[in-house]
């Protein structure tokens, strides 16, 4: 089955540095990649996903690579905020209806 | 779009007594439904998942059990709570429909064995 493996595992930065954050899969059948924003206590939701046909997508302050080569995405995140301060994951599916895998999450800390 | 409903929202139970956790899902029908586990804040731990009414697979061993006797219905259940159950359980759909593959979660129950 799927293993996604992400780092760091807490990352703290000044707010409006960047913030960027790294994953691998391991099944080459993996064609979708959603990332997770979970606020203390609350659900995950998700802030962006990519396709493995495009390499690239940004929105607004967030935006996410993939090589799929490599097999391996990441998020990256500008000017962040305190707000931007939860627990992030990342995941891989094969799309449709398949499982989800999720990675072990990064929790990111913004210093105002 | 889907929507999941999770009941009770926080709970806490004594070692040794029983757990049933709800989870209810609109807005689809037949959908896979997940329950995952959340320990100390972090990582997101699937334990049950189910294509269909009576279809249940078990990810992990454990003092857990899952049911589904209706199609929108999920079941998380437990003869007798350990310490170790305490958690955050989510229960999780896909999100088909919304222009995502992903999942939808439910808003959780933290749940505290003492």
């Known amino acids: 089955g799927e293993n996604v493996e992400q780092h760091p595992s807490t990352l703290s930065v000044q707010e409006g540095d960047s913030a960027v954050i790294k994953c691998t899969y391991s099944?080459?059948?993996?064609?979708?990649f959603p990332w997770y924003k979970q606020e203390l206590g609350k659900r995950p939701q998700l802030i962006i996903d990519?396709?493995?046909?495009?390499g690239e997508k940004k929105d607004q302050r967030i935006a996410v690579t993939l090589n799929k080569t490599a097999k391996h995405f990441s998020l990256h995140i500008t000017e962040t905020q305190p707000e931007d301060s939860a627990v992030y994951f990342c995941?891989?599916?094969?799309?449709?209806?398949?499982?989800?895998?999720f990675g072990i999450g990064t929790k990111l800390q913004v210093i105002p | 779009s889907q929507t999941i409903h999770q009941w009770p929202a926080t709970l806490v139970q004594p070692v040794g007594s029983p757990l049933s956790l709800e989870c209810t899902v609109e807005?689809?029908?037949?959908?896979?439904l997940y329950w995952y586990r959340q320990a100390a804040g972090r990582g997101l731990q699937l334990l049950f998942y189910?294509?269909?009414?009576?279809?249940i697979s078990s990810e992990v061993p454990q003092n857990l059990s899952a049911s589904r006797p209706q199609d929108r219905q999920f079941i998380l259940s437990s003869k007798k709570l350990l310490l170790s159950d305490s958690g955050f359980y989510l229960c999780?759909?896909?999100?088909?429909?919304?222009?995502?593959?992903?999942?939808?979660f439910g808003s959780g129950t933290r749940l505290t064995v003492v």
């Open positions: 990519i396709r493995s046909n495009v």
């Open positions: 099944d080459s059948a993996s064609n979708y």
């Open positions: 189910s294509v269909g009414i009576g279809q």
């Open positions: 995941a891989a599916s094969e799309g449709g209806y398949q499982k989800v895998t």
């Open positions: 999780a759909c896909p999100a088909r429909g919304q222009g995502e593959d992903g999942y939808t």
């Open positions: 807005g689809t029908s037949n959908p896979n």
